[in-house]
């Protein structure tokens, strides 16, 4: 059964302040006050340290970044301009109480967007996101509190890929990251693909995304 849901793209916002609001959501969705909400989001530079506990150790030359803990599984990972950033605060009822299944379905979504501009992308067995050949164009690491997902993906749409060199991207020489640019060899901008990311988000999580103000 497809379900309402709505999207609300907040356009380039500091991590913390979208952290804080994620939180937020997460607490009036469980409460029922709210429908399920995709914030979609291009960050300032940040490294965010997920779970795992080689998060700080593969933080080779952060510098002037800001830095950021948080609850979400995996490694450390870079977020900036050029990226599409989205956080799904999605209640998840039945079958869809499976964790497996949900970062499944947002690696198909995200597969979807990299076929809709005409590259090829796939998983990468062993390893949670998106790839294109042999390099990574997608990262994802999501918590979940009494069923409330938050936290999601960062699609790299135009990002500078020089940036992720501060880090071990999940772990992985920086060298291995790439993006729709680059793979398409083409510009591509975020608003060109948000259209494309909700779409394709909508058919793998059957949500119907209505758009809303922030």
């Not at 952290?19 to 409460?31: D, F, K, N, P, S």
């Not at 994802?140 to 880090?167: C, K, Q």
Request: hydrophobic residues 45%.
């Amino acid at each position: 059964m497809i379900k309402p849901a709505r999207v609300v793209d907040l356009g380039r916002r500091e991590y913390g302040e979208v952290w804080r609001l994620q939180l937020e959501l997460l607490a009036q969705r469980q409460r029922n006050e709210i429908a399920d909400t995709l914030l979609l989001v291009e960050h300032p530079d940040v490294i965010t340290l997920g779970r795992r506990q080689s998060s700080q150790a593969n933080v080779v030359a952060a510098s002037d970044i800001p830095i950021f803990e948080i609850e979400r599984g995996g490694d450390v990972t870079y977020h900036g301009p050029g990226q599409l950033v989205g956080y799904p605060i999605l209640q998840l009822d039945g079958e869809e109480r499976d964790l497996h299944a949900y970062l499944r379905n947002l690696e198909e979504a995200l597969i979807g967007v990299c076929a809709d501009v005409g590259v090829e992308g796939r998983r990468n067995p062993g390893w949670t996101g998106v790839w294109i050949g042999e390099r990574k164009v997608a990262s994802l690491g999501i918590a979940v509190r009494r069923w409330v997902t938050m936290h999601g993906f960062a699609l790299n749409v135009a990002t500078d890929l020089a940036r992720f060199a501060s880090i071990n991207p999940c772990g992985l020489d920086a060298a291995v990251m790439t993006s729709l640019s680059a793979a398409t060899g083409r510009p591509l901008t975020l608003d060109e693909v948000k259209p494309l990311a909700v779409a394709r988000l909508g058919q793998a999580l059957d949500r119907a995304f209505t758009p809303e103000a922030p």
